[in-house]
Each structure stands twice: as structure tokens, then as C-alpha cells.
């Protein structure tokens, strides 16, 4: 029973996966996964600063979060990168870098933390480098600073005179001075550039963070470390919205004057177009042949560059009907006043129908065209 369970989830799985585009399948493999038009790069347990592996419950290599970010850049499906942190922190190495690299990336597409468990140290280095951070309701923060642990030294280990701070000893106060020196050296990079991309003094950031400690959801939001509570799935349908409504305003905001300056092929293109679309709707207005009295539509139609030819036309079939209702009242004014005919008055004359007019209107029109 065991052996039919697993070959149909193997089953299952296989077909899922030969759905995915190659650089899905591709991230696939990396522990991510795109949901919606979103990227969701995961980053767990020990960071390290090489390897290609990312996703797993114990170690996280920044080398593949950086792999997984270009690519989800690179892939037309994904607008938005979201990296789902849970890490303790880990190594010092490779976070500078890597934060530059994910500030250039969130150039291109906005790139999101979210704190589904914990970021501390290296790992809120990381998060720091991202647009915005997001915290889960239990999601920890912090841990700002550097720690170094030293193994015991070899119990025969010669340095040299030249070279004494190759293995200073902590069990000396020179040698504690100099650990020391270096260690602080660390975190005053890693409290400036933190502080440099939450937009805070670096005192304050130390201060907000509880000078090393951890901050927990909503608590975080407000020593200004985090930007907001909330859950990864309502983030994913934020930024699906986000991106729906910033292609609204882009839209409305195109102006000419920025069509000429920011897309000046564009703007070309069109202005020949409209020119040509112009001519055209100037020679079809041309070749209407407009009643007597009517060329003051075709006047005006000529000025008024948004005047089609249907509306041009629309108007001179009003004009005429107007002026056909016109010569019909003033006709069937005049037979309502025809005098008596040898002096005998018609008295049924005035109680002749609309239609009874209007058939003598037309014999009479009738007769004036032979």
C-alpha cells in the first residue's frame, strides 16, 4: 500500500512539475516557486555565502539567492519578488553583496521581505536590502550587530615575530583589544548600511533593535524595523493589485509633452499617423456634396479636427429635415390662408387633417419639380 501511495505522488508530482516553463522548473529545484505573477525565493536556517542551494529547513546560500533572484527578474510571468525569511542569521561574508545586488534588482522588480518566522543578523541584513519588510504577527526581528566565536588555539602553533596579530590570543588583553577591534569594525558596516537602507541614524537603529536583542511582529512596525503585519498570501494578492493599479496611473499620466520627451519614436510615429489620418478625413469631407445652405457645416468641420465625416454627414440630414419642416409650415400656413373662390367661403377648409396638408404639400412640391 505504501509502494501504490508513493508512485502516485511521484506521479502527481512529475506531471506538476513537466507544467512548469523551464525557468520555472528551474527555480522549481532551487525551493522557490512562482504563485500568481509572484516569485516566492525562500530563505532558511544557516546563511552561507556560496553554494547553489536555498530553500532547506537548516541552510540557506546566498550565491543561490542571488541565482534565484535573477532569474525570477529575467522571467516575463513574475512582477513581483517575495523572499520568505526564516534564518537565525549565519555567516558575515557575502551579505554586503548581496544586499547591493538586491537594491539594483528591486530597480527593475519590486522586491519584498517577508518574516515568516525569524531574520536576525545576517538574515535581517538581507531583509533590510529589500524595498520593504514584512513581518508575519509572530515574526521576529533583529539581532543587530556581529558576534565572533574562537576556536582554542593548536597547542604548538609558532607565529612568527613579524606577524603577531595572525593568531592574537583572547586569553590576553592585547589579544582581546584586537578581536575586539575587529568585531566592532564588522558591525559598524553591518549598522550603517542597515541604517542607510531602513533611512535611520545608525543609533537609532541600534536603539530600535534593542542594541542586539529581537523584536516581535507589530512591536517591530513600531521601532521602525519593519514596514507592516500581515500574511504571505494576502502579500502575493497586495502586490497582484499593486501592480494592476500602477499600470492604471501610468496610463493616465502619459501626456503628450511626455510622449514627446520620454518616447520620442513613439511620438514621431503617431504624429505622421494623425497627419495621414487627417488629410484623409479632410478629403472625405471634401468630396460630401453639401446643400444649399449647409456650407457652414463644412466650415466648421474642416476647423474641428475631432468632426468625423459620419457626424458631418448626421448633421446635414438634420439640417435638411429642419429646413424641409420649415418650407412644410410655410406652406401649410399659406393654404390656411387661401381666399374664397367667387367669393364663397370654404368653411371645412380650416378643419382640413395634418395629412390632407401635408398630401397637398407634396402634390404641390410635386408639381413645382415638373
Known amino acids: 500500500m505504501i509502494g501504490l501511495v508513493t508512485e502516485a505522488h511521484i ?21 522557490a516557486s512562482i504563485q500568481g ?58 551579505n554586503n553583496d548581496t544586499g547591493i545586488y538586491i537594491r539594483e534588482m528591486s530597480a527593475i522588480k519590486p522586491i519584498t521581505a517577508y518574516v515568516s518566522g525569524m531574520a536576525a543578523s545576517a538574515a535581517y541584513w538581507i531583509a533590510s536590502s529589500c524595498q520593504s519588510i514584512v513581518v508575519s504577527a509572530s515574526g ?6 556581529v558576534v565572533l566565536g574562537l576556536s582554542p588555539a593548536n597547542k604548538y602553533e609558532v607565529v612568527s615575530d613579524t606577524s603577531p596579530n595572525k593568531r592574537p590570543d583572547p586569553d590576553t588583553p592585547e589579544g582581546r583589544a584586537y578581536w575586539q577591534k575587529y568585531v566592532n569594525a564588522y558591525a559598524e558596516l553591518f549598522i550603517n548600511t542597515v541604517a542607510g537602507y531602513r533611512n535611520m541614524e545608525p543609533e537609532k537603529l541600534v536603539e530600535s533593535g534593542d542594541k542586539g536583542g529581537l523584536v516581535i511582529g507589530a512591536k517591530a512596525v513600531e521601532a ?19 501592480k494592476n493599479n500602477t499600470e492604471d496611473k501610468e496610463i493616465m499620466s502619459l501626456t503628450k509633452e511626455s510622449l514627446k520627451a520620454e518616447h520620442k519614436e513613439i511620438y514621431a510615429e503617431v504624429l505622421v499617423d494623425g497627419v495621414k489620418a487627417e488629410s484623409a478625413r479632410i478629403a472625405a469631407i471634401m468630396g460630401i456634396t453639401f446643400p444649399a445652405g449647409c456650407e457652414g457645416i463644412r466650415e466648421a468641420a474642416l476647423k474641428d479636427p475631432k468632426k468625423s465625416v459620419e457626424a458631418v454627414k448626421d448633421e446635414i440630414i438634420q439640417a435638411v429635415a429642419a429646413e424641409q419642416t420649415n418650407t412644410q409650415q410655410q406652406i401649410i400656413n399659406g393654404l390656411s390662408k387661401v381666399p374664397p373662390v367667387n367669393g364663397v367661403v370654404d368653411e371645412h377648409i380650416d378643419e382640413k387633417t395634418e395629412s390632407e396638408k401635408t398630401k397637398a404639400l407634396g402634390a404641390a412640391a410635386f408639381a413645382a419639380r415638373l
Open 11 to 31: 506521479e502527481a508530482a512529475t506531471k506538476d512539475i513537466l507544467a512548469l516553463t523551464p525557468m520555472e522548473q528551474e527555480l522549481w529545484q532551487y525551493g
Open 37 to 94: 505573477r509572484t516569485a516566492v525565493i525562500p530563505i532558511r536556517g544557516i546563511i552561507y555565502p556560496e553554494g547553489m542551494f536555498s530553500g532547506y529547513s537548516w541552510f540557506t546560500s546566498l550565491q543561490a539567492v542571488r541565482e534565484l533572484i535573477r532569474m525570477a527578474v529575467e522571467n516575463p510571468n513574475v512582477d513581483n519578488i517575495i523572499l520568505d525569511i526564516d534564518s537565525g542569521g549565519g555567516m558575515a561574508t557575502g
Open 140 to 145: 521576529v526581528v533583529g539581532s543587530i550587530g
Open 224 to 242: 521602525g524595523l519593519a514596514d507592516g503585519v500581515n500574511t504571505l498570501w494576502s502579500l502575493i494578492k497586495e502586490g497582484i493589485e499593486t
